[in-house]
């Protein structure tokens, strides 16, 4: 959603307002769980009164009381419908967006679940947000209230949704807990309720320079049936990495969290990615290093890490996109990452059909091909098994 498109024919701040108004009422489902310095709010109502200096107001509730305030000063949560308007409207008034650092106020002063909403005895559907040794931290699907499950056995991945048959609920330190047996898991990304990631335009990309286009060369089986000679709209795909410094360009918490399990500091890399995916589950290379670092002893469950990226990265592409994602554009790489890591990860188990079909669509999103999907679909066409190329050294 760009500014411009959403403020297109309107003139004056007063007619702008009364569109952004519109646009908010339109994308903001409400209530809306959402915090305001550091308080944890419901927002039920966004107003304007006609007057341009006052702006858009958000009406918010705590407790029995309720405020007015002025929209920009809410945080909604990252990733959510709300945090897009808020940061439409931040814009407007020619602000940055509001700091999503993962600060104290953000993670111990969020909207939390009433214990006496779950019920033992009861099934409930959990969005699992980020995973530690003997917790998974989660929040209720359909909603943005948060508890903590502890397990002492777990085997979760972030982003999936478990269904709980609570045994025991309990609250400590304002915190509320509950144990119980994770009866089924499952991977629905559009159940996340996430905002797709945005996709940015980023020119034409010509099919000349592609190496199968030369005079007389015949197309390979993958790009047969598709448009390949004809020019095609490029796109750098939105990249969530929260608490990265916009201006610190070579040192982010994914690289940090690299560095540590390079430094056999395997633990504390996985926890730093972690803590990432429960900011926000958007952050798609904290899925593809995840599902890199379990893939030699556990391919099932890094495919699992995988297809989570997957899923949220197409999320934002939708049906029949036609576009390309050039591996030259940084911020494509990730999602590309979690596409290789799954196509490799299924020709590892045995899924020989699944990984051919991602290898294609990798190939038709990043024809240059920097990850060398086409050889490995060459070798799966050939009848060739993983064990069979890794014992050979391919």
Same mark, same amino acid.
């Given at each position: ?176 807990? +509950?144990? %119980? =047996?994770?009866? #089924?898991?499952?991977?629905?990304? *559009?159940? !996340? /309720? ?5 996709? @940015? &335009? ?73 803590? +990432?995916? %429960? =900011?926000?589950? #958007?952050?798609?290379?904290?899925? *593809?290093? !995840? /599902? ?5 002893? @556990? &391919? ?95």
């Amino acid at each position: 959603m760009e500014l411009e498109t959403v403020l297109a024919g309107a003139q004056s701040d007063h007619h702008q307002l009364e569109a952004l108004l519109k646009v908010s009422l339109s994308e903001l489902a409400l209530p809306a769980d959402a915090l305001v310095v550091g308080e944890p709010v419901q927002v039920v109502a966004v107003e304007y009164d006609g007057r341009p200096r006052r702006g858009l107001s958000a009406t918010c509730r705590r407790g029995e009381e309720r405020h007015q305030v002025c929209l920009a000063d809410v945080r909604f949560g990252p990733g959510t419908g709300g945090a897009r308007i808020s940061a439409l409207y931040r814009e407007w008034l020619g602000l940055g967006p509001l700091a999503t650092d993962g600060s104290a106020d953000t993670q111990e002063r969020g909207h939390k679940v009433e214990i006496g909403e779950l019920e033992p005895g009861t099934c409930v559907d959990l969005v699992v947000l980020a995973c530690k040794s003997n917790a998974l931290r989660c929040r209720m699907a359909g909603t943005a209230l948060e508890l903590t499950m502890r397990t002492a056995v777990r085997d979760e991945v972030p982003g999936e949704i478990i269904t709980v048959l609570p045994t025991r609920t309990w609250t400590h330190a304002r915190h509320p807990y +509950l144990s %119980g =047996k994770v009866e #089924r898991w499952r991977l629905d990304v *559009a159940a !996340l /309720g996430l905002v797709p990631l945005a996709l @940015r &335009p980023a020119g034409d990309w010509d099919p000349d320079e592609a190496y199968w286009s030369r005079e007389g060369r015949p197309l390979p089986e993958w790009a047969a049936s598709r448009p390949v000679r004809s020019p095609r709209s490029s796109f750098v795909m939105e990249q969530i990495i929260p608490g990265a410094d916009p201006e610190g360009v070579d040192l982010d918490p994914t690289t940090e969290a690299v560095d540590l399990k390079d430094a056999d500091a395997g633990g504390d890399a996985e926890a730093l990615l972690m803590s +990432l995916l %429960g =900011k926000d589950l #958007r952050c798609l290379d904290a899925h *593809a290093h !995840l /599902g890199n670092w379990e893939f030699t002893f @556990r &391919p099932q469950k890094a495919l699992r890490h995988y297809a989570v990226g997957v899923g949220i990265g197409e999320l934002a592409l939708g049906a029949g996109f036609e576009g390309v994602l050039p591996w030259s554009q940084l911020d494509n790489r990730p999602f590309l990452r979690c596409l290789n890591g799954a196509a490799l990860a299924n020709w590892c188990l045995g899924n020989l059909e699944q990984a051919a079909a991602l290898f294609r669509r990798e190939l038709w999103l990043d024809p240059a091909d920097h990850q060398d999907a086409r050889q490995c679909l060459a070798l799966i066409e050939e009848g060739r098994s993983w064990k069979e190329c890794a014992e050979a050294g391919g």
